[in-house]
């Protein structure tokens, strides 16, 4: 945020009345309440995977959010666990969710052995610090809450992985602003679903989405996710037996994707060098996939690698990062959503135009595909 320690507990206090430990705190405590109702795992799994030091600290911390003790929030809760060993958690969402939509789109990127997504679910495999395993995900329209499924060799992850889903299916976003927005806007109002824009789908590896971005410069979805399915089968990383069907293998690491031959793979020289170029660059710390910067920031830094264009720049920070004022206005489905008879818009007119939708450029573009996507059925 560009602020320092003392600034920002600072304006936690004077915000929100509380400093910044207390308020990491009550989170830890709210994901604990979680595992308790919806898991079988035991009270120390529990706390270790809520990131809490000692029984002690979790117990104190526990009752003064809740005013009781976890054994008796467990046992008050007992007609909601589950019988099976991993644990399913709900992520509420408010107001409108198109499920549907949302996994639509996936559907079209779907990464042969590390995804499955069928009309209902959505799945991969993953691995975060020495823990690895797959999740499933549903919605439940009665309760307003994704069903999130977990199967992991360690419980340190569950948390990661629950924020990083939250973020996956933009569920913290209060849409009211931008809904209104751009509901006025001729455009962007033709690729809302009952006055609400569609949310954006942010990749759950940011390193991952990073590869599948470059390889998608200027083909189809559909010639990119072949080119991102021959890359995993490269790397060679299979998942244990057991894993659900089509689950069969992790996408590399950075260090492991040095030891991959793209020669099988059917890229260009040109791309290979640019994957080679941007893998060179990530190490030397030339740029960055943290999502806490801005976005003048990340382009700069990005766009300073050979071969990579403002085309990837934005669409990297728009769906790898969740950089929501992200905007590839060169993109040709918004080029053709924008056309205004047979011309379409330039890139200066474009741009001009979007200064309005600021800072929500990532949503109008989602808007835009989607008005495409419309007018061609």
């Keep these: 945020m560009y602020i320092s320690e003392r600034q920002l507990r600072h304006l936690f206090v004077e915000n929100i009345g509380y400093p910044p430990v207390k308020i990491a705190r009550y989170h830890k405590v709210l994901f604990a309440k979680k595992l308790l109702l919806y898991s079988s795992l035991s009270l120390n799994e529990v706390i270790e995977a809520s990131g809490f030091g000692s029984s002690r600290q979790f117990n104190t911390s526990f009752k003064t959010v809740f005013g009781i003790t ?3 929030m467990r046992k008050n809760g007992v007609s909601c666990l589950k019988t099976l060993r991993n644990p399913v958690l709900l992520l509420p969402y408010e107001g409108s ?18 995804e499955v997504i069928t009309d209902k679910t959505y799945s991969r495999t993953f691995r975060l610090g020495d823990e690895s395993g797959y999740f499933t995900i549903r919605n439940n329209k009665k309760a307003s809450a994704l069903e999130l499924e977990v199967s992991s060799t360690g419980i340190c992850a569950y948390m990661d992985i629950y924020q990083r889903v939250k973020k996956m299916f933009d569920l913290t976003r209060d849409f009211d602003t931008i809904n209104t ?24 590896n940011t390193f991952e989405f990073l590869i599948r971005a470059i390889l998608g410069q200027q083909i189809s979805v559909k010639a990119a996710t072949t080119f991102a399915g021959r890359i995993v089968e490269a790397g060679r990383i299979k998942t244990p037996k057991g894993y659900p069907e089509g689950l069969t293998h992790f996408f590399p690491r950075i260090e492991e994707f040095r030891n991959l031959s793209l020669d099988q793979v059917g890229l260009t020289k040109t791309r290979k060098e ?14 960055s996939l943290e999502s806490h910067q801005s976005l ?18 934005h669409y990297v920070a728009m769906r790898g990062l969740g950089l929501v004022d992200s905007f590839p206005a060169m993109d040709l489905g918004i080029l053709l959503a924008m056309q205004e008879g047979d011309t379409k818009p330039k890139k200066k007119e474009l741009l001009k135009r979007a200064e309005m939708w600021r800072p929500y450029r990532a949503y109008a573009a989602l808007c835009l595909w989607q ?4 007018e061609s059925n």
């Design 371 to 374: 008005k495409l996507k419309f």
């Design 97 to 114: 969710f198109d499920f549907e939509q949302m996994i639509d789109f996936m559907k079209l990127r779907q990464l042969k052995g590390i």
């Design 181 to 204: 927005l751009f509901m006025e806007d001729a455009f962007l109002s033709k690729g809302m679903i009952a006055g609400h824009v569609p949310r954006l789908p942010v990749a759950f």
């Design 70 to 72: 976890p054994t008796v």
């Design 296 to 313: 003048e920031n990340f382009h700069r830094t990005f766009s300073s690698v050979k071969g990579i264009g403002d085309w990837t720049v």
């Design 274 to 287: 640019t994957i080679w170029a941007v893998v060179d660059a990530l190490e030397q710390n030339v740029f």
